[in-house]
């Protein structure tokens, strides 16, 4: 709609006058009017990242900045405990074990977190969980201090972040549609995959120098001071209690959550679709062998190999502005997997290092575009009261999937030899991930301006 000038909102009198007979007179600007407005702009075709959620909503804001930090801390704590575990016993094994101790409550409490992240003030049990986290932290910081050098201590420290985590998580992500409108919640996905994968990867490097340098109980305590963020920015949020369309309050049932999921083809299709690339595409456990037998290298080819994914997933997530113009998102979604398990397969064809990683780093990047689009869909297709439910599954999903995909990958490859694993893993994806998508046609189908699960 263009705006009126002034002298068109004269009286009616005015207007029925006619026009005043007399040469043109010519219109000079003064001295003190404003510059003329121009026109608006079009839409711009972004490439890089949208920041506009960082710029619009506050509350968002310090969350995003007060995870970044943390996922930063949290993963130098990681690499901290499995270097620990190791100096105490020097057993490779035990330090595996460290993983277990971690998946097995991820598992157990991540279904029951998003329950409760569903009845109760999400902000309050965010707030909690995150208060648990940050003790932890404190814990094992003054445990190093005091030279208490018990491997139990240190799992059961595990134990209990992975507990504090999968109640954080579920109630965390549930929060971000509440904050944000639909249309910004690709970008603030977007934003959530480049933290989780900047912490990925500078995480361990960052602890690594800090234990070098300073110790065990260093890292620990940077840990514990720059969560701190982390516990601002969920102090300073809203009260969130779920909504419902009834007003009710309902106890935390796993199962309510189960029954749903049941009834909606598109969010299983998420969680489907998501399975094709984590147990029949993943050569993570396959990196030490490929690293010496194609590429006659050592720890450190194998260090690139298990970076290049996440290198790819960071420059998705830079270059993801234009996730926020595509609709339809289960189209996308297949497109992606589908483009995993192609570069998968590429990668194990090649016995070029740069090429190999490459691909990998193409995998990588088709992940976080798929990922982003997922979550989008949980968020915006799901009701506000089960979205901690099936956060709470993601979570399972997320952590159990890799690892049996991890054992998909080893067994074939003994069994066979690792190209076949590997080759084979990521056309078995993509055959799979196509004929679910001619089974469930409407996944292809789905347009986020009218979502439906």
Request: charged share 15%; aromatic share 8%.
């Amino acid at each position: 709609m263009t705006s009126r000038a002034p002298e068109e909102e004269d009286s009616g009198a005015a207007r029925d006058a006619g026009p005043i007979p007399g040469p043109p007179q010519a219109v000079v600007p003064s001295a003190t009017a404003p510059p003329p407005v121009p026109p608006p702009a079009g839409p711009r075709r972004r490439i890089l990242a949208d920041l506009t959620p960082l710029r619009t909503s506050a509350d968002y804001r310090r969350l995003w900045v007060g995870d970044t930090v943390s996922r930063l801390g949290q993963a130098m704590t990681a690499l901290a405990i499995s270097l620990q575990v190791y100096d105490i016993t020097h057993s490779s094994f035990l330090v595996g074990l460290v993983g277990l101790f971690t998946l097995v409550p991820l598992v157990v409490f991540g279904l029951y977190g998003g329950a409760i992240a569903d009845t109760v003030d999400r902000r309050k049990l965010g707030l909690h969980s995150s208060f648990g986290l940050w003790a932890l932290s404190f814990i094992l910081a003054g445990g190093a201090l005091a030279g208490f050098r018990h491997v139990w201590f240190l799992y059961t420290i595990v134990a209990l972040q992975a507990v504090c985590a999968a109640l954080n998580s579920p109630a965390r992500s549930a929060m971000v549609p509440r904050l944000l409108p639909a249309e910004q919640l690709p970008a603030a996905n977007a934003l959530g995959s480049m933290t989780m994968t900047a912490g990925t990867m500078f995480g361990p490097m960052l602890g690594g120098v800090v234990v070098g340098l300073w110790g065990y109980q260093a890292a620990y305590l940077i840990d514990a001071v720059v969560f701190t963020a982390s516990l601002y920015a969920m102090w300073r949020l809203p009260p969130m209690r779920p909504e419902r369309a009834d007003g009710r309050r309902r106890r935390a049932s796993v199962l309510d959550g189960l029954r749903f999921l049941a009834t909606r083809p598109n969010i299983r299709m998420n969680f489907f679709s998501d399975m094709c690339a984590m147990v029949l595409a993943s050569p993570k456990a396959l990196f030490p062998a490929v690293a010496a037998l194609w590429f006659g290298g050592d720890a450190g080819t194998t260090g690139l190999l298990v970076a290049a994914p996440a290198v790819g997933a960071l420059v998705g997530s830079v270059f993801s502005g234009w996730l926020g113009r595509m609709h339809r998102h289960g189209l996308v979604i297949l497109l992606s997997v589908a483009g995993w398990g192609v570069a998968v397969a590429a990668f194990g064809l090649t016995r070029s290092l740069p090429l190999g990683l490459f691909f990998l780093a193409v995998a990588g990047c088709s992940d976080t575009f798929s990922m982003v689009l997922r979550n989008t869909m949980m968020q915006a297709a799901s009701p506000d009261e089960l979205r901690g439910r099936l956060q709470g599954v993601y979570i399972v999903v997320v952590a159990g999937g890799p690892r049996l995909g991890d054992f998909l990958a080893g067994s074939v490859g003994d069994l066979a030899s690792p190209t076949v694993a590997i080759t084979g893993g990521g056309l078995l994806c993509v055959l799979a991930v196509t004929g679910l998508g001619l089974i469930w046609r409407g996944f292809a189908r789905y347009d986020a301006r009218s979502p439906q699960a």
